[in-house]
T-cell receptor, first 112, second 114 residues
Framework: SQKIEQNSEALNIQEGKTATLTCNYT??????LQWYRQDPGRGPVFLLLIRENEKEKRKERLKVTFDTTLKQSLFHITASQPADSATYLC???????????FGRGTSLIVHP | DAGVIQSPRHEVTEMGQEVTLRCKPI?????LFWYRQTMMRGLELLIY????????DSGMPEDRFSAKMPNASFSTLKIQPSEPRDSAVYFC????????????FGNGTRLTVT
């Protein structure tokens, strides 16, 4: 069966460190993968997209990698801040449908 | 742009009652999605519209659920009759529809069925 797995345990890190979140998938051939941020009581907000033929994407303090051999994406936040505390969701879509399917998200807590 | 607007923000109803959730997508977006989020199952796609036409409703749990998009600026999700297991946060999202376009989510409707 198809699965998208994100660590269900919260990630606790100290301010200034790099946070790394993982998204693993099985039985998918994604055309692209997206990362979203969700704050309590709000809808997810899009952060970054990476396509199947790309290895890495950066945007300010954010970096995403995509390894279609390992079937894994890593999401990095450098110089993390307490304001980065939120739940981060990965979503992938296969060619043809382009309908995103979401992982359950990982909670990030950045301590001052 | 005001973003995707959903109403109501909260809905509390009794089992057996009809519930209607509403969504106004971003102007110019031609794709609309309804998702449901629970702690147990995360974000699940219920239905996807493209140019106001339902394309994929395989996620609609059962016949008690129905969705319409009468025009490009309005969609409804109806549950009749509602059951306690329908309690969740329901999100509407819109996008420009091209592959990889980000989804823009509303802030959801928190539904509680007692």
């Amino acid at each position: 069966s198809q699965k998208i797995e994100q660590n269900s345990e919260a990630l606790n890190i100290q301010e200034g460190k790099t946070a790394t979140l993982t998204c693993n998938y099985t039985n998918y051939s994604p055309a692209y993968l997206q990362w979203y941020r969700q704050d309590p009581g709000r809808g997810p907000v899009f952060l970054l997209l990476i396509r199947e033929n790309e290895k890495e994407k950066r945007k300010e303090r954010l970096k995403v990698t995509f390894d279609t051999t390992l079937k894994q994406s890593l999401f990095h936040i450098t110089a993390s801040q307490p304001a980065d505390s939120a739940t981060y969701l990965c979503a992938l879509a296969e060619g043809g449908s382009y309908i995103p399917t979401f992982g359950r998200g990982t909670s990030l807590i950045v301590h001052p | 742009d005001a973003g995707v607007i959903q109403s109501p923000r909260h809905e509390v109803t009794e089992m057996g009652q009809e519930v209607t959730l509403r969504c106004k997508p971003i102007s110019g977006h031609n794709s609309l999605f309804w998702y449901r989020q629970t702690m147990m199952r995360g974000l699940e796609l219920l239905i996807y519209f493209n140019n106001n036409v339902p394309i994929d409703d395989s996620g609609m749990p059962e016949d008690r659920f129905s969705a319409k998009m009468p025009n490009a600026s309005f969609s409804t999700l109806k549950i009749q009759p509602s059951e306690p297991r329908d309690s969740a946060v329901y999100f509407c999202a819109s996008s420009s529809g091209t592959g990889g376009s980000p989804l823009h989510f509303g802030n959801g409707t928190r539904l509680t069925v007692t």
